[in-house]
């Protein structure tokens, strides 16, 4: 009898662990700050292809144009920056990685009043639609930021 009784508080205590576990998943960190985005510019440095940059700014602001404000919000532009684009890396030349600095200058001031950096990573066996994906995979993070809307396809 004492080795069920041993058990029984053997899993009690364990579902007691979860338990507390579960509550420290339910608190969420505070929403990140949402501007109304008015435009956007990609730049780079040396040795990025002009592809990705076209390619970036279009999905970019067709992103900003789809989306509409009901409440006012801070006006910004946005800067995004491709800082470092590496093609054909790892075993099978299909990685392809690239890192974002963003700042969101106010339209009212003239200053920064946010910053994002991230880092992309598509993998693609056809280099030739390596600039596509990383574009759009660069837009799909600037619109998950900054709470822009995908815009519909064209038809």
Known sequence: MSWLTLRAWKVLLGCLALAACSSLSAMKPPPDPVYDV???????????SPALLTATSDRVNAAIAA??????????VLTIRVAE???????NKDRNTAKI????????TGSVIGIAS???TTVTPDPS?????MAEDIAARVRSTFGLKTPRLAS
């Not at 989306?67 to 910004?76: A, Y």
């Not at 963003?102 to 009212?108: G, K």
């Not at 639609?129 to 994906?133: I, Y």
Request: aromatic share 4%.
């Open 101 to 108: 600095n963003i700042d969101a200058t106010s339209v009212d």
């Open 67 to 76: 989306t509409t404000r009901e409440t006012p919000l801070p006006r910004v």
């Open 129 to 133: 639609v390596a600039d596509a994906l």
């Open 85 to 91: 684009v590496e093609k054909g890396q790892g075993f």
């Open 118 to 120: 991230f880092q992309t």
């Open 38 to 48: 008015r435009s956007a510019v990609v730049v780079s440095g040396p040795n990025v």
